[in-house]
């Protein structure tokens, strides 16, 4: 029944394409993609107005906008109640951002992850350190949210990438920006088996430096404080057991490769176990950095 009910919050994403773009309107700097402000018509007539998301290379960049979207809505976390994908013309994407070359393997599309605002209606800010660290040891997703930034191996979690929302009388937060997941460095990196084996968990592999739970906690993590993060991580190969028909077929619409889309699976299911959690309490500090002694 539970599994019914994950899957049916995760539909496969709609391709929209050049007629359902209205507009281009505002760019965003200091992502790791090229973020605009556009309005848009979706495949039922609806109109919106969406941040699109783009960059030259695309493929691997929509995988990891698309895991943190998806494990977010499956988490429970604040994201954008719409997403999709959009073929925008390089052409309107460069008369935005004429320094950036749009060539790609499309032609003469960028394919686009597209998304509705966090929360309707409402502010979005993001954060200062240290003024809103205090609040976010109170957020009660606090350590949802870090063990997800662990999993997908985000590298860049920092509070700059937190939108804070007013929610029921007080706030939450949303994790934007997933162009660094898995390691990534925005359009700079590409998924291939050498980068991914660096991500399996294994005593010797590379440790991803936590920004948040270093922000809010500070790394290691003092005994407290990780097993809450692991006890919050426990439902992490569940959600991907739930998904994983929706990851793996998104991913295999965006990478030619079909092994890869394999070894991406594959190391998401690894990531999700506690054992590797344990396995890394011995990275350096810096690092996530598990201490499960007192």
């Not at 990891?64 to 925008?88: F, Y």
Request: aromatic share 8%; net charge negative; hydrophobic share 45%.
């Amino acid at each position: 029944m539970e599994e019914r009910f994950l899957m049916a919050r995760l539909p496969p994403l709609t391709i929209l394409n050049a007629r359902h773009l209205r507009g281009l309107v505002t760019p965003f700097y200091g992502f790791s993609s090229c973020v605009s402000l556009a309005d848009i018509r979706d495949e039922h007539g609806q109109e919106y107005q969406v941040y699109i998301k783009a960059v030259p290379q695309a493929g691997d960049f929509l995988v990891v906008e698309i895991l943190l979207w998806g494990l977010s809505k499956l988490r429970d976390l604040e994201c954008p109640a719409q997403a999709w994908l959009m073929l925008v013309p390089a052409k309107s994407l460069k008369a935005l951002y004429p320094e950036v070359d749009w060539v790609n393997e499309w032609g003469e599309v960028v394919p686009c992850f597209v998304t509705t605002s966090l929360l309707a209606d409402a502010p979005q800010q993001t954060c200062t350190a240290p003024i809103e660290t205090e609040e976010l040891r109170r957020w009660s997703q606090i350590n949802e949210a870090i063990a997800l930034v662990e999993w997908l191996a985000n590298a860049d979690a920092n509070l700059g990438n937190l939108v804070r929302l007013p929610k029921s009388g007080g706030v939450t937060y949303g994790i934007i920006d997933g162009g660094c997941c898995l390691g990534l460095s925005g359009s700079a990196s590409r998924l291939d088996e050498s980068h991914l084996d660096k991500l399996r968990p294994k005593r010797s592999g590379e440790a991803i430096y936590n920004k948040l739970a270093d922000a809010v906690y500070g790394v290691p993590l003092a005994s407290k404080e990780a097993i809450s993060v692991m006890n919050a991580a426990k439902v992490h190969s569940q959600l991907l057991q739930d998904a994983e028909e929706f990851f793996t077929g998104e991913f295999s619409r965006l990478l030619s490769d079909a092994s890869l889309v394999l070894q991406l699976i594959r190391l998401l299911r690894e990531r999700a176990s506690l054992s590797w959690l344990t396995r890394n309490s011995n990275a350096q500090s810096g690092s996530f950095s598990l201490s499960l002694t007192a």
